[in-house]
T-cell receptor, first 113, second 115 residues
Framework: NAGVTQTPKFRVLKTGQSMTLLCAQD?????MYWYRQDPGMGLRLIHY???????AKGEVPDGYNVSRLKKQNFLLGLESAAPSQTSVYFC????????????FGPGTRLTVL | AQSVTQLDSQVPVFEEAPVELRCNYS??????LFWYVQYPNQGLQLLLK??????LVKGINGFEAEFNKSQTSFHLRKPSVHISDTAEYFC?????????????FGTGTRLTVIP
């Protein structure tokens, strides 16, 4: 039981490059989330999914796209990276929102030059 | 809307001393409250949560928190800290109707335990 895994762990991009972050969970959770963590700002929700095939915008969705083609996977894409997207990205999952514990992956540290 | 304030960005404390990490929330309705811990180079994990019932909530690793509705606070405490408690601690709030986009995190408090 690996829980929530994220790949890659680190990445350096140049401005304008694209990349996809992969999140996988083996807990059969319906809900999945992508957050970014910036110094002094806590975690902010980028996008989330309430089930396979569905996604929705969170607090800071601009510049990102997501897809949930399979229940266990949640992909976060950056089509044209900008330095403002330098951050640590966390994926999380839960059975239900609100009261349920969110289980987090180990994070991806992304630097955009 | 709900929001969380963690006034202390950094808290240094000597090993075996007690610690309190402060969390205040703002909400016009009742809320659910959470404390998450992030150890170095790891993701967040749940320490404890308050949904209803007893205002004193016990969590993992000897931590506890007390919900105080009149002071809109949910402070985290541990009577004797260990080196392994060095981490960043996040308070979070959610309204009772839940919602996948309704969990709001504070800015975090970095606890450093000094040997």
């Amino acid at each position: 039981n690996a829980g929530v895994t994220q790949t890659p762990k680190f990445r350096v991009l140049k401005t304008g490059q694209s990349m996809t972050l992969l999140c996988a969970q083996d807990m059969n959770h319906e809900y999945m989330y992508w957050y970014r963590q910036d110094p002094g700002m806590g975690l902010r929700l980028i996008h989330y999914s309430v089930g396979e095939g569905t996604t929705a915008k969170g607090e800071v969705p601009d510049g990102y796209n997501v897809s949930r083609l399979k229940k266990q996977n949640f992909l976060l894409g950056l089509e044209s990276a900008a330095p403002s997207q330098t951050s640590v990205y966390f994926c999380a999952s839960s059975y239900v929102p609100g009261t349920d514990t969110q289980y987090f992956g180990p994070g991806t540290r992304l630097t955009v030059l | 809307a709900q929001s969380v304030t963690q006034l202390d960005s950094q808290v240094p404390v000597f090993e075996e001393a007690p610690v309190e990490l402060r969390c205040n929330y703002s909400s016009s309705v009742s809320v659910y409250l959470f404390w998450y811990v992030q150890y170095p180079n790891q993701g967040l994990q749940l320490l404890l949560k308050y949904l209803s019932g007893s205002t004193l909530v016990k969590g993992i690793n000897g931590f506890e928190a007390e919900f105080n509705k009149s002071q809109t606070s949910f402070h985290l405490r541990k009577p004797s800290v260990h080196i392994s408690d060095t981490a960043e601690y996040f308070c979070a709030v959610s309204p009772p109707w839940g919602g996948a986009n309704n969990l709001f995190f504070g800015t975090g408090t970095r606890l450093t335990v000094i040997p």
